[in-house]
């Protein structure tokens, strides 16, 4: 009952005092971003009109307590999903971009010839989608498979990529390092080293100037980086808390 009380504080205080942030969920594929969206958006009711499902979900979303939406069962999503849902006080308008371009045919003959100039030139640009949906958002998360290190590199390359874009300067940045449910995934001490998204001095010391180079274009925003599980649900609330401070 405590929590019914403080979902109607929250709704009222919603009311008054809302605000809002724009989010856009990237990274290769399979990574679990939209497992990621699934389960945050999990016990969120919806209905035809706003005030309805508002009221739904203060009522019975408090006292039946909705599961959380856990399912291996997620086809890959093709260019992208949205999802607005409220925590709080706090609107998320969320981008969720596939990892690899799906697009119609049309499209997928000019994107075949851009590519395969590209690749003539020496520069393949394969998922350069991504920034089109992450300018003028308040957050990027980055979502990697912590468990399949052998695409870290890829990783990098296309978040570092990504973040060389002028559009995209100063917006913060948290990479989840996912899937810790299962044997095998590297900490996130490992994940920072791999993807370089640390700044810090006693990491750089270890890097070429080649590195810090990079790491200039990553070290002029806010960045966070976390372990965490979607199946488990573990550390979803310091990601939530997370993203809700980057509202305005
Ligand atoms: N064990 C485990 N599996 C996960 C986790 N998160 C996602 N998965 C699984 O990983 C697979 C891919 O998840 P998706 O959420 O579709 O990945 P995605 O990044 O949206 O993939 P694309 O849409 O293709 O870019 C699915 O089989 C999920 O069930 C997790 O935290 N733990
Ligand atoms: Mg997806």
Known sequence: MPG????IFQWIAGLFFSKQAEIAVVGLQASGKTSFVNVI???Q???ALPLCSEIMALTLGTLL????????DVVPTVAFNFRKIRKGNVTMKIWDVAGTPHL???PSLVLFAYLATSLCCGQPRFRSMWERYCNGVDAIVFVVDSVDADKFNTARFELHQLLSQPTLTGVPLLVLGNKNDVDGHVSVKELIRSLYVSSTPSSLFEYSSAVVRQLDKISDRPVSCYSCSMKSQHNLDIVLQWLAGRSH
Not at 4 to 7: A, E, G, V, Y
Not at 65 to 72: D, H, K, L, T, Y
Request: hydrophobic fraction near 40%; charge should be positive; avoid cysteine.
């Open 41 to 43: 958006t999990s016990g």
């Open 4 to 7: 019914f009380f403080t979902s």
């Open 45 to 47: 009711v919806r209905t």
């Open 104 to 106: 119609p045919i049309l």
């Open 65 to 72: 307590r909705f599961p959380v939406q856990w399912s291996e």
